[in-house]
């Protein structure tokens, strides 16, 4: 059996796929996650709580509000402390533009190229000028919503254990509100590009279970299980070809992310992996509605932050980051160190789904120039964050 | 007709190499709309597997070559000694790349170490500006011009509240500027992830952050989180 890797293009973070040829036909696949490992579960250990969200957020650029809320939210649940209102609220906002900035930089930038087979979005501008220049819009009101809410569009310093810094500035914020308002009667029309399932190669249904949280707790296929014992339910591994260690339960393959979120809303099935593009086109829509609901409402704003104090204990918060569940989990001493610290990403939970898909979309398919092809598109139609996958393996 | 034609020149050519880094720098010079779409026009972005599968030659040159990340293997250093051989231009951009930031005391390199570098453009992540003037310097044969000053200087240029005055710990005082103030614009005090100015003066910053309720066995870790060389965390 010979085997051959190819790189993995249009995907956030270094990774390969790893062919397996017996006979001319594919007979076995594996996914590689070869980001430099940076080890943020170490390196926040020994540090102050009030230092993790800086340091937490640069586990990924594009996931930097994901992982800083989620990362206060837990580090607010060890220490017992409840934010303000403002706080709470303003947080939403942020995750509503990284929720668009997220999925319209995967569908416009890093999907579409494939549906007119360019190599990127530079040779599709020749194609559909009008669509990606509407794609990057809507993407600059994501950065704007995560500007405006996080004070910064890529690692937001506005948000702090206790709560948020500072709130923004009205003007700013009637800005926003219009634009969004726009943005909403104009998404449906693009979001087609995106559901019309004759775009996709054929893909078929995968037998996994799907990943979810309502934020108190884990959704495995729709059932209840608690935060607090996310390792009896993510049981992971660490493989010697992936730098990213993989998630499985009891066995079986995980799936987290859009497709997973809205697996028991949409007929999508048909379109197998590209469902999950498909249900990002949707959730674009959602989070336009949403941010437009936000602005309707009144904001009390008195009170930001609330007076936070060092205590021994533990906390796990999971939230809905726009490529899937992200958890994080930490222990602190009576001083506010840092002692243990677990980051579990949605692209490292994927990792298997990702290989029974290509298996069961390619299995056996015969070697020609455009098996790598369809295998990275298969890959990327997952929207792998490889920096996030590979933020754990301890350093050498 | 005259018989003079502006020639349109040649997009630059831009290899983008990641290191150890979380893709924000890049992500920094891919922000924007038409903008972006502009820029897409005069500046080619010739290996940046983030957004292209176009896969260079080995032996293929660019104009300018931007590394984001720190460095860690022999493999890196090899890398980056071969694109160091053929590029008129390397730029090291960004925190990791600078030897600072989040990644200090992994045991990783600055790109600085390695290779020869013609500019180092700061921040965690630097701003869209300031990446892509340094794309059109290059484009047109030079770099840009050094930002000197530290960020309280941007801020009170625009009449920014002052946040120390307000109570708050700002890094302005010792943060190399180029960023207008982006943060305190905000209400936002300076982080620092510009690292520090020439100018920086570390006695009296410390004073001004203890004095606002930083505590003592945090300050000296809030002081250098970005700050490179002998002023930084060992690495």
Redesign the interface.
């Known amino acids: 059996m010979a085997s051959r890797f190819e ?8 990774g390969e796929v790893q062919l397996q040829i017996a006979d001319g036909r594919l007979a076995a696949v594996r996914v590689a996650m070869l ?5 943020f579960d170490n ?1 926040v250990r020994g ?2 709580f ?2 993790v969200p ?2 937490v957020s ?5 996931c ?1 509000a994901a992982h800083r809320v989620v990362a206060v939210r837990a580090l607010e649940q060890a220490l017992q402390v409840t934010v303000p209102p403002a706080a709470a609220a303003l947080r939403e906002l942020l995750l509503l533009g990284a929720l668009i900035e997220s999925h319209v930089l995967h569908l416009f ?2 999907v579409y ?1 494939d549906l007119h087979h360019c ?4 040779e599709l ?1 020749a194609i559909a000028p009008d669509q ?2 509407a794609g ?2 809507l ?2 009101l994501g ?1 704007r919503l995560q ?2 809410a996080g ?5 937001p ?2 948000v702090v254990v206790g709560g948020i ?5 009205q003007n700013e914020l009637d800005s926003l509100s219009a634009s969004l308002c726009g943005w909403q009667k104009q998404w449906p029309a693009l979001q087609t590009i995106f559901t019309n399932a004759e775009a996709y190669p054929a893909s078929h249904p995968i037998a996994v279970c799907t990943l979810t949280t309502d934020a108190a707790y884990l959704l495995l296929d729709s059932t209840k299980r608690p935060l607090a014992a996310y390792a009896e339910i993510l049981n992971g591994v660490d493989v010697d070809y992936s730098r990213a260690r993989q998630y499985q339960f009891d066995g079986v393959p995980i799936l987290s992310g859009a497709r997973a979120r809205q697996a028991t809303d949409h007929a999508d099935a048909a379109l197998g992996v590209f469902a999950n593009c498909a249900a990002q086109a949707r959730e674009i829509g959602a989070a336009l509605d949403a941010a437009v609901a936000w602005f309707a409402d009144e904001k009390i704003t008195e009170e930001l932050c609330c007076p936070v104090t060092a205590a021994a204990g533990r906390g796990v918060a999971a939230l809905e980051a726009p490529r899937g569940t992200l958890l994080h989990a930490y222990r602190l001493s009576a001083d506010g160190t840092v002692l243990e610290a677990e980051i579990i990403t949605p692209t490292a939970i994927n990792q298997l789904a990702m290989e029974l898909q290509l298996m069961t979309d390619l299995q056996g398919a015969k070697d020609d120039a455009g098996l790598a092809t369809r295998a ?1 598109q298969i890959i990327r139609a997952f929207d792998p964050c490889i ?1 996030c996958a590979v933020h754990r393996v301890e ?2 | 007709m005259s018989g003079i034609t502006a020639k349109v020149p040649d997009p630059l050519q831009v290899g983008v190499v990641k290191l150890a880094s979380c893709s924000g720098c890049q992500l920094s010079l891919l922000a924007g709309g038409d903008g972006l779409i502009q820029r897409l026009q005069w500046l080619q972005l010739a290996r940046c597997t983030l957004i292209s599968s176009a896969l260079p030659q080995p032996a293929a040159c660019f104009d300018l070559v931007l590394v984001e990340g720190a460095v860690e293997s022999a493999a890196d250093r090899e890398l980056l000694h071969s694109l160091r051989r053929k590029t008129p231009f390397l730029v090291a951009v960004g925190a990791c790349a600078l030897g600072s930031g989040v990644l200090q005391g992994q045991g990783l390199q600055a790109v600085a170490d390695v290779v020869s570098v013609d500019a180092c453009i700061p921040g965690c992540p630097p701003s869209t500006t300031e990446l892509v003037t340094l794309c059109g310097a290059v484009a047109r044969g030079g770099l840009p011009a050094a930002v000197t000053g530290v960020v309280c200087i941007e801020c009170r240029a625009q009449e920014i509240r002052c946040l120390l005055e307000a109570g708050l710990p700002c890094l302005g005082p010792i943060t190399r500027a180029g960023c207008q103030a982006a943060c305190p614009a905000r209400g936002i005090p300076c982080e620092g992830c510009r690292g520090w100015a020439e100018e920086a003066n570390e006695a009296e910053m410390r004073r001004l952050l203890l004095e606002r309720g930083v505590d003592a066995t945090l300050v000296d870790r809030k002081l250098r989180q970005f700050a490179e060389g002998d002023h930084g965390q060992s690495v």
């Not at chain 1, 190599?119 to 530079?122: D, G, I, P, R």
């Open positions: 790189l993995l293009t249009r995907i956030e973070g270094a980001d430099i490992p940076r080890g390196l540090r102050h009030s230092e800086l340091l640069r586990v990924c650029a594009i930097s930038l890093l190229p190599a990127s979005v530079t501008l990606v220049k990057l819009e993407r600059q950065r500007e405006v004070g910064r569009a890529i690692h310093p506005n810094i500072a709130w923004p500035d990275a920096s350093r050498r």
